[in-house]
């Protein structure tokens, strides 16, 4: 079981450092889970991790399509990765008509943004992270 812990991005220029600390820090965890206010840097760091995956493709917000679909590797290994936005869900309902719970297995990355809406469904093991704004250029990121 990880424990809590906190790091300070403090630029633009460490996030991709960081990113990948706390990547191998989540070991083999494929689900995680993104916490914090809009504007936070949630989407950023997702774009970030997908590099250290190495997905080629250009990442973006899934804000309006809910769901982007990213191919990777690690290590050789072909991964597929799904980059969800659940912002504009409003009812547990509305994510099982989409197919969230196809997206929620052990076997594909799978970063959600907003998950409160499903927690009920989700499986055990999570990775969680909580973005807070220090200030312009600075956020604190805290493994949960």
């Not at 973006?60 to 912002?87: M, R, T, V």
Request: glycine share 6%; net charge negative; hydrophobic share 40%.
């Amino acid at each position: 079981m990880l424990s809590a812990k906190t790091e300070v991005i403090y630029s633009i220029d460490s996030l991709d450092a960081t990113a990948g600390s706390i990547l191998n820090m989540a070991m083999d965890k494929r689900i995680w889970l993104f916490y914090g206010e809009v504007g936070a840097g949630k989407t950023t760091f997702i774009k970030s991790l997908c590099a250290h995956l190495g997905v080629l493709d250009n990442t973006q917000s899934p804000s309006f399509s809910l769901i982007n679909q990213y191919l990777g590797s690690k290590g050789g290994e072909s991964l597929d990765i799904y980059h969800i936005d659940l912002y504009r869900i409003n009812h547990l309902e509305e994510a099982l008509n989409i197919g969230i719970e196809d997206y929620l297995t052990e076997n594909d990355y799978c970063f959600i943004e907003w998950p409160q809406i499903i927690e009920p469904i989700l499986p055990k093991e999570t990775f969680k992270i909580l973005f807070e704004i220090v200030d312009h250029s600075s956020r604190k990121v805290l493994i949960l």
